[in-house]
């Protein structure tokens, strides 16, 4: 939605600007990082043109990493605009002075309600934003953490997919052990070292993935609704623990099945020289990783939670009017006067479902009315009081994803030259042996592969699990940055009744000289007040659309007090009413009374017309009797 300036603030200040600090740090870090290999191009380019090329590349990929995340840190330490229209409606809002506004909420999907959808929860008294998790993994999640539920759908996604890297992790770590031990008791046969390299390697591979997705999955910008989590992965996973070493084995054989004596020997020895890969090490750092990860955000979800509001409370009115008065004008009394007094810092209520009163007119001046009335007061941002173990804790979370963030780019250039230092050992081996390869030369070329393989998996994948790692607590504490709350009045009005006409005359007596005539409407009057006090979360991001994602009602607590005070208002403009035209100008009245002397004075006997004063005279008469009067007391 557009920047709406008002000279009244919203009280709504930047909740990133510490994030913002800390990457940008980072930031500077990466960047200076990526110094290092650019540096050396020059001196490297005499005597290794492909490594030279090689560093360019890689520093400025380090140097495009290092930059976008000064520019993302910049962009979170810039002035916080904040409109006069924010944050979203909760549903598709009808003000006439919000037009704009709401075409552009509906638009992006910022709308995370409709008007029956709240209405719905206002007379049944419930919350249909703690839906019912969809998906085994799910489920089991919410029934281990109870008060999950009543958490918004980026905590609620954030935890699923935690709780679906931890299991994918301890699944595959249980299908590796299994393998391992197969192959280790010497059940495998002659494949054992060929199935357990080549299994912890599609282990990883599978693991880094599943990562990859959970750290994408869990940037708040995705999270606008809840997310469905099964066990399917596991499932696949099992299968893929015991499918892939039947294959392994039965591939092994087939290949060896044509093979005998110095051949199959031959073989043998350059497998088992090619596949000294051990992922154990790799296995482990992933399960530091998770821990690094699952810790913080675990104690950050549980005092997250603290502050859940479990009320479903709404304030109702009903009652039964007798007045005299057009239902029109109760229509135009209640939104112009009574919900403009609601009003917070002088902006429009939201109007999701307008009065728009249904008037049908019958026979004889009688008829019916009906009118319905869904609207919301102005959100109020409201402090989150959070703990300072929270404070802390989120604050820790932060710098720790910004080092790992560092750490990865580190071993980004680490992994860099390891590669350039296995290609230079396998340039010196065949430089060494010119007369191309021998039976001898053979196992010795399979041992180096071997081994260089090793060193540059362990290093690639340790790569893959600390950035993956970094990404996934950075969101995490991203996430309790960035959530903001607010207040406001949720009302819900049904008015219905009938309503007939009668005519009051005054005046009528044949020697009367004023009459006045009345058409008074009576009304029977039903009214139905639903009001509650809502507590609301959206989770803000940085740039242009700041307070532009689904609202999300976490809260409703009865607010008695401004219901008296909304039926005070209503009964106090009913009571205040005047049926009968009457004067209230000095002159109308000043006239009205010479008239009535002129009608007296006509119908007596002995009228004298000289003894009808002016208005003037009758004023200069009593002031002279009056300083007389101040005379004589002297």
């Not at 931890?166 to 031990?181: D, H, I, K, R, W």
């Not at 039947?246 to 005998?260: C, P």
């Not at 402090?383 to 994803?401: D, E, P």
């Not at 959530?483 to 009045?489: D, P, T």
């Amino acid at each position: 939605m557009a920047f709406d300036y008002g000279s009244q603030s919203l009280g709504i200040t930047n909740p990133f600007k510490t994030e913002g600090k800390i990457k940008l740090l980072s930031g500077i870090l990466i960047s200076a990082l990526a110094l290092l290999p650019l540096f050396g191009v020059a001196e490297t380019l005499k005597h290794n043109p492909v490594k030279a090329w090689g560093m360019v590349f890689l520093g400025l990929f380090l140097l495009t990493w290092g930059l976008r995340t000064l520019a993302s840190a910049a962009i979170q330490l810039f002035r916080f605009y904040v409109g006069r229209s924010v944050p979203s409606s909760l549903a598709y809002n009808y003000a006439q002075s919000e037009r704009e506004n709401a075409e552009l909420e509906k638009k992006s999907g910022a709308l995370a309600y409709s008007a029956e959808r709240l209405e719905s929860m206002l007379m049944g008294r419930k919350n249909m934003t703690f839906s019912e998790p969809t998906g085994w993994l799910s489920r089991l999640v919410h029934s281990l953490i109870p008060g999950l539920i009543l958490t918004p759908y980026p905590l609620r996604n954030l935890v699923q997919e935690l709780a679906a890297v931890l299991s994918s992790t301890l699944v595959g770590l249980t299908a590796f052990a299994l393998a391992f031990f197969v192959t280790a008791t010497g059940l495998a046969g002659s494949a054992g070292e060929l199935i357990n390299t080549i299994m912890s390697l599609l282990l990883l591979v599978y693991l880094t993935f599943i990562w990859r997705s959970a750290a994408n999955n869990m940037n708040t910008g995705r999270n606008q609704s809840l997310h469905r989590k099964t066990a399917a992965g596991l499932s696949r996973l099992f299968a893929f623990a015991i499918v892939v070493p039947v294959l392994i084995g039965y591939g092994h054989s087939q290949l060896t099945a044509n093979l005998s004596g110095k051949n199959l020997d031959k073989l043998s020895a350059s497998l088992d020289n090619l596949m000294v890969f051990d992922a154990w090490l790799n296995l482990m750092l992933l399960l530091v990783m998770t821990a690094a990860v699952l810790i913080p955000a675990f104690l950050l979800v549980r005092e997250r939670m603290t502050l859940n509001n479990r009320s479903t409370a709404v304030s109702e009115y009903r009652d039964n009017m007798q007045e005299s008065v057009h239902p029109n004008e109760i229509f135009i009394n209640i939104e112009n006067i009574v919900l403009a007094n609601r009003r917070s810092h002088d902006i429009p209520n939201r109007i999701y479902r307008d009065f728009e009163p249904q008037l049908q007119e019958q026979s004889q001046g009688k008829g019916t009315f009906k009118g319905q009335l869904l609207i919301e007061t102005q959100p109020e941002f409201r402090a989150m009081n959070f703990s300072k173990r929270f404070t802390r804790l989120r604050l820790l979370s932060t710098i720790s994803g910004q080092l790992l963030t560092v750490g990865s780019a580190v071993l980004l250039y680490v992994l860099f030259n390891q590669g350039f230092e296995s290609a230079a050992a396998l340039k010196a081996f065949f430089a060494a042996h010119p007369g191309g390869l021998k039976d001898s030369t053979v196992l010795e070329l399979s041992t180096l592969i071997g081994a260089e393989a090793s060193t540059f998996l362990t290093l690639l994948f340790a790569f893959f699990a600390v950035v993956f790692a970094a990404r996934m607590l950075t969101n995490v504490a991203h996430t309790f940055w960035s959530e903001m709350q607010f207040s406001s009045l949720l009302m819900s009005m049904k008015t219905e009744g009938t309503y007939t006409e009668s005519k009051i005359s005054t005046g009528m007596a044949y020697n009367d000289s004023t009459r006045s005539e009345n058409v008074v409407v009576r009304s029977s009057i039903t009214p139905w007040i639903l009001v509650s006090r809502i507590e609301s979360s959206t989770y803000a991001t940085s740039g242009m659309q700041n307070l532009e994602m689904p609202r999300l009602i976490l809260g409703m607590t009865e607010d008695k007090q401004e219901m008296d005070a909304i039926v005070g208002e209503i009964h106090g403009f009913l009571r205040g009413r005047e049926f009968i035209a009457s004067i209230n100008n000095e002159k109308d009245l000043a006239n009205a009374e010479r008239i009535y002397q002129v009608n007296r004075i006509s119908k007596s006997d002995d009228g004298d017309m000289r003894t009808l004063a002016a208005p003037e005279e009758e004023e200069v008469a009593a002031l002279t009797a009056s300083q007389d009067a101040d005379d004589n007391r002297q």
